[in-house]
T-cell receptor
Framework: DQQVKQNSPSLSVQEGRISILNCDYTNSMFDYFLWYKKYPAEGPTFLISISSIKDKNEDGRFTVFLNKSAKHLSLHIVPSQPGDSAVYFCAASDGLDSNYQLIWGAGTKLIIKP | DAGVTQSPTHLIKTRGQHVTLRCSPISGHKSVSWYQQVLGQGPQFIFQYYEKEERGRGNFPDRFSARQFPNYSSELNVNALLLGDSALYLC??????????????FGQGTRLTVV
């Protein structure tokens, strides 16, 4: 039972254009969402997060949008750069109820073409 | 400052054997979590420790156990290894129990192969 789904295993985007990575969830109790980025042979690195009381959070080139009614969030990267090529994981938590455990999606491999 | 360090980086074990994986958190971090990442999937939560106490356990069999030491380092033990235990095992550390899994810092992982 996948509570967090990233339906696109991979995504290829031209350098300088916008990258949009999508994530869907099924548990309406999730109240905190995070995006992590992972390079080969390294552990995941925290990128950006959003609380369920917001619908948008921005940090430089990275923006996360949350649509609670659709149980959908997306990560926008603009402009995309070659160093953004990595696997991106969406993760969710329902906070204290689950002792802040994170439920992770399967990841989307982003390839930025020069 | 050193990040989260895990040892060993790679390990090959035979079915039925036992394995111990080690993790040293970032200096000053008191919380350690363990994750299993099978190829093609996202990390799956195994354990969480804070101040040497277990704070959370994922849906893993009793063959999996862990502990945290007074210096906040941690060990993950897996008994009676199965082929399905082959995975990347990730350790993450965070400052305290208010951000146990949010903005956690991950090590590079231990790649375990069971043959």
């Amino acid at each position: 039972d996948q509570q967090v789904k990233q339906n696109s295993p991979s995504l290829s985007v031209q350098e300088g254009r916008i990258s949009i990575l999508n994530c869907d969830y099924t548990n309406s109790m999730f109240d905190y969402f995070l995006w992590y980025k992972k390079y080969p042979a390294e552990g995941p690195t925290f990128l950006i997060s959003i609380s369920s009381i917001k619908d948008k959070n921005e940090d430089g080139r990275f923006t996360v949008f949350l649509n609670k009614s659709a149980k959908h969030l997306s990560l926008h990267i603009v402009p995309s750069q070659p160093g953004d090529s990595a696997v991106y994981f969406c993760a969710a938590s329902d906070g204290l109820d689950s002792n802040y455990q994170l439920i992770w999606g399967a990841g989307t491999k982003l390839i930025i073409k020069p | 400052d050193a990040g989260v360090t895990q040892s060993p980086t790679h390990l090959i074990k035979t079915r039925g054997q036992h394995v111990t994986l080690r993790c040293s958190p970032i200096s000053g971090h008191k919380s350690v979590s363990w994750y299993q990442q099978v190829l093609g999937q996202g990390p799956q939560f195994i354990f969480q420790y804070y101040e040497k106490e277990e704070r959370g356990r994922g849906n893993f069999p009793d063959r999996f156990s862990a502990r945290q030491f007074p210096n906040y380092s941690s060990e993950l033990n897996v008994n009676a290894l199965l082929l399905g235990d082959s995975a990347l095992y990730l350790c993450a550390s965070s400052l305290d129990d208010r951000d146990l899994n949010t903005e956690a810092f991950f090590g590079q992982g231990t790649r375990l192969t069971v043959v």
